[in-house]
């Protein structure tokens, strides 16, 4: 299992291994995305946070990659969560305001992995039935757009319209007390 040097990124096949609970390449793939992670939190963290986001994210990364769909997604996952760290740094460091979004946010990532399935099972439950199906042929079966579309009989635009609402509802879900 080897890094792709130069490119940012992780050799897929690492990736996947860490992804399936093989704990040699989880302590590589930290060791590899560890560089990459600090090089982006030192541009985009405040310099008293840079080492606290790496150490998030990288504690993210050992915590969920084994809830990471797809392998190809790793590196554009991996910095969107090094941003969430930056910003809620930031926000504890000025005392911004927290929405009742980010507060739902942050209790969500309190959760141990079950109770989130759970959560996220009842919330997918809750959706009425055709925002239901596209999130479970989209979400859990990882058909297409195109594929959603042939199935159901719907426009491409039909079916990401209802993708969009039901994801939006299901986070309306998770965030509410």
Known sequence: ??????????????????????????????????????????????????????????????????????????????FAVARRACLRLLRRATGTFQTPADEAEARLALLAPEDIRIDLSRAIQSLPEHYREVILLRDIEELSIDEIADVLGLTRESVKARIHRARLMIREYLIRD
């Open 1 to 78: 299992m080897t890094v792709l040097a130069g490119a940012g990124r992780c050799d897929p096949s690492l990736v996947e291994a860490a992804r399936r609970g093989d704990a040699e390449a989880l302590v590589s793939l930290i060791g590899a995305a560890q560089p990459d992670v600090r090089r982006y939190a030192a541009r985009n963290c405040r310099a008293a946070d840079i080492d606290d986001a790496v150490q998030e994210t990288l504690l993210l990364l050992y915590r969920r990659v084994g809830t990471l769909r797809a392998v190809s997604s790793f590196s554009a996952w991996l």
